[in-house]
C-alpha cells in the first residue's frame, strides 16, 4: 500500500477528532522496516502524543525474527501476546518473536492473547454484530494493551503524578496535560515483568503501576479479558 494512506488517510482523521492513542491488529507475515514504517515513524514525530500500538503478528513458529509489519517501526509500541492459562510472563507460542531484522528489541511488552473474550463478526457485508467468542491472538492483546496505555495517560492528565511523586513534580516544568508518546511508552516498557523475548504485564494491568487507581484490577479479569 502507499505509505502516505497512513500518513494521510489513516491516522489524521482519528487525530484530528481527538485520539491520542491508536490500536491497529492488522498486518502483513514477517517483512522488514521500510517505506511504511517510516511513515509511521515521522507521523508519530510530528504529532508526538499520539501513542501508536501494533500487533506483533502470530507467527512465533518460525522463531526468532518472525515480526510482521508493519510492527517494526521504531516510535510506538509492539505488542505480543502472552497465555492467560499460564502465567502471564509465559510467551504465547504463536506470538511473533524479535529482534527485528535490524537488531532491535521488539515487541515492545505483552499482553492477555491466548485466550482472550473478543469480538465475534457477523461475516456478513453491513451486518452487525455484538456477539463474543474466546479467540487467541496478538490482535487480541493489542487492544487490552492499548487500554492499559489510556489508564496511565489519564493518570498524568488528571494530575495524579503530582500525587505519588510530589517531589519530582515541584521541580518539573513538563506540561502533563498532554503526555508525549514517549513518555506513555516509557512508563509501560518501565512497569513490566521480563519474559523471553518481550515483557509483559502483571495480571492486573502494568506490575509497578497498580496504585494508580484503587480499581485498577478492571483492566483485566482473571481469564485476561478486557
Given amino acids: 500500500s502507499d ?7 489513516m491516522f489524521p482523521p482519528a487525530y484530528d477528532n481527538g485520539a491520542k492513542i491508536g490500536s491497529h491488529s492488522w498486518g502483513i507475515t514477517l517483512g522488514r522496516y521500510g517505506a511504511e514504517e517510516a511513515d ?37 509500541v509492539t505488542v505480543g501476546a502472552a497465555d492467560t492459562a499460564l502465567p502471564l510472563t509465559t510467551l504465547a507460542s504463536f506470538s511473533s518473536r524479535g529482534p527485528t531484522p535490524d537488531g532491535r528489541i521488539k515487541p515492545d511488552v505483552v499482553g492477555p492473547g491466548n485466550p ?28 487490552a494493551v492499548a487500554g492499559t496505555a489510556i489508564r496511565v495517560r489519564q493518570f498524568f492528565t488528571d494530575g495524579l503524578h503530582a500525587t505519588y511523586a510530589p517531589a519530582g513534580f515541584s521541580h518539573s516544568a513538563y506540561d502533563a496535560s498532554s503526555p508525549s ?12 515483568t521480563p519474559v523471553e523475548f518481550g ?17 485498577s484490577s478492571c483492566c483485566f479479569d482473571a481469564g485476561g479479558a478486557v
Fill in 199 to 215: 515483557y509483559t504485564f502483571g495480571r492486573h494491568g502494568p506490575k509497578n503501576l497498580t496504585e494508580f487507581y484503587a480499581d
Fill in 116 to 143: 482472550v473474550q473478543s469480538c465475534e463478526a457477523s461475516l456478513k457485508p453491513s451486518v452487525m454484530s455484538c456477539r463474543l467468542m474466546m479467540d487467541s491472538g496478538t490482535s487480541m492483546a493489542t487492544p
Fill in 3 to 9: 505509505p502516505s494512506e497512513y500518513s494521510i488517510e
Fill in 40 to 76: 509511521m515513524d515521522d507521523y508519530v514525530y510530528a504529532h508526538d502524543d499520539f501513542l501508536l500500538l501494533f500487533a506483533a503478528s502470530n507467527d512465533g513458529d518460525f522463531g526468532p525474527t518472525s515480526l510482521g509489519g508493519p510492527s517494526f517501526f521504531k516510535n510506538g
Fill in 181 to 192: 508518546a514517549a513518555l506513555l511508552k516509557a512508563v509501560l516498557v518501565s512497569s513490566t
